[in-house]
C-alpha cells in the first residue's frame, strides 16, 4: 500500500473535498484523484461513493480510514525516531570489552559521553574470544580484540582500528632475582610459577606461546581476568605474570620488580574491532569517529 495514496485519501476525507485535499496537500485536483483511484484499486475496493461532487465513504473505506490515520501516525513516529537517531539524540553503543582495556577506554567514553550524552553505553564485559563470537553473532556491534601472530586471519572477516600498543613486561615480587634488572629474556622464567589470565583471555594463548618457543611449558599457579588482583598476588609471592607496560606504570615501583620482556619481545596490541561490512548504527559510527580523531596510545 502507497503511504503518500493513504495520505490524500485521509485527507480528502478530513477536508470533505478533493479540491480542498488538493489545496492543503499543495498537489493539483487531478493529482488527488489519481492517487483516491490507484488506492481502490491495488486494495480491489470501493473507498469512497461519489455522487456528483460529493461523496460518502464506503464500509471498506470506514476501515481504511481509521486504520490509515493509525499507519501514518506511526509513519510520522518512524520517522522522528529516525530523525533522533541520526541526530543522536537516543540509542545505545554495545560495545564489547575486556576488563584489561578498562583504563585505556575510560576517557574515550568519557568524551563520548561528553559529546552524546543521550546515547546509552552498553559495555559487555569479557575475554577476547567471547567478544569474537558476539561480534559474529551480531550480539555487539564492535568490541576490543588483541591483535597477535597468531590470529591474523581474523582480519579477513573483521575491521580494526588500533587503540593501545604496549610491551609486555615481567611483573615479579619485590626481591626476585631480577630486581635490579631493566630486561628480561623469557627463558629465563622457566622454572617460575605463572599467574595467568581467565579463561577465554587471549593473551594466555599469546603468552604460552611464546614459552613454548622460548622452549618451556609455563607452569600455571593461579588465574585471574582482573589485573589489580593479578598484581596483588604477584605482590604477595603467588607467582610471576607478564603484563603490559601500560599498566605496569600505574603500580608502585618499590612493590615489585618490573622488567621489559625481550627474547622475544611481546607487544600488546589492542584493537577496536567490528564485522566487515555489516551495519553500523550512527551510535556506532560517532564512537568510531571520535577513536580516529584520537592519537593511539603506545608505551
Known amino acids: 500500500m502507497d503511504i503518500r495514496a493513504l495520505r490524500y485519501f485521509v485527507a480528502v476525507v478530513e477536508q470533505q473535498?478533493?479540491?480542498?485535499?488538493?489545496e492543503h496537500l499543495h498537489v493539483t485536483q487531478p493529482t488527488?484523484?489519481?492517487m483516491i483511484q490507484q488506492l481502490e484499486q491495488s486494495l480491489e475496493l470501493t473507498l469512497l461513493e461519489?455522487?456528483?461532487?460529493?461523496?460518502t465513504l464506503t464500509d471498506a473505506g470506514q476501515v481504511v480510514l481509521?486504520?490509515?490515520?493509525?499507519l501514518l501516525a506511526m509513519h510520522e513516529e518512524m520517522g522522528v525516531e529516525l530523525e533522533d537517531l541520526q541526530q543522536l539524540r537516543r540509542g545505545d553503543l554495545r560495545l564489547g570489552v575486556t576488563q584489561q582495556s578498562h583504563a585505556s577506554l575510560a576517557p574515550l567514553l568519557a568524551a563520548y559521553h561528553r559529546r552524546h550524552p543521550h546515547i546509552e553505553l552498553k559495555l559487555f564485559e569479557g575475554g577476547s574470544h567471547g567478544?569474537?563470537?558476539?561480534?559474529?553473532?551480531?550480539v555487539l556491534e564492535m568490541g576490543t580484540l588483541l591483535d597477535h601472530p597468531s590470529n591474523q586471519q581474523l582480519w579477513q572477516e573483521f575491521d580494526s582500528f588500533p587503540l593501545v600498543r604496549s610491551p609486555m613486561c615481567l611483573l615479579a615480587p619485590k626481591d626476585s632475582a631480577w630486581r635490579s634488572r631493566k630486561r628480561v629474556a623469557l627463558r629465563e622464567l622457566a622454572d617460575s610459577p605463572f599467574i595467568f589470565?581467565?579463561?577465554?583471555?587471549?593473551l594466555n594463548e599469546i603468552i604460552a606461546e611464546a614459552c613454548l618457543r622460548a622452549g618451556f611449558k609455563p607452569r600455571i599457579?593461579?588465574?585471574s581476568g582482573q589485573w589489580d588482583f593479578v598484581a596483588s598476588l604477584v605482590r604477595l609471592g603467588v607467582g610471576i605474570t607478564l603484563l603490559p607496560k601500560v599498566f605496569c606504570d600505574t603500580l608502585t615501583p618499590g612493590q615489585f620488580t618490573?622488567?621489559?620482556l625481550e627474547e622475544p619481545a611481546l607487544d600488546w596490541n589492542l584493537m577496536l574491532a567490528w564485522r566487515r561490512g555489516g551495519h553500523l548504527s550512527f551510535a556506532a559510527r560517532a564512537w568510531l569517529d571520535l577513536v580516529r580523531s584520537k592519537p593511539t596510545t603506545g608505551r
Open 131 to 138: 567478544i569474537e563470537a558476539d561480534l559474529r553473532s551480531g
Open 17 to 22: 473535498s478533493f479540491s480542498r485535499a488538493a
Open 197 to 202: 589470565y581467565g579463561e577465554g583471555f587471549a
Open 258 to 260: 618490573i622488567a621489559k
Open 221 to 223: 599457579t593461579g588465574r
Open 32 to 34: 488527488v484523484s489519481k
Open 50 to 55: 461519489r455522487s456528483g461532487k460529493r461523496f
Open 66 to 70: 481509521q486504520r490509515g490515520r493509525a
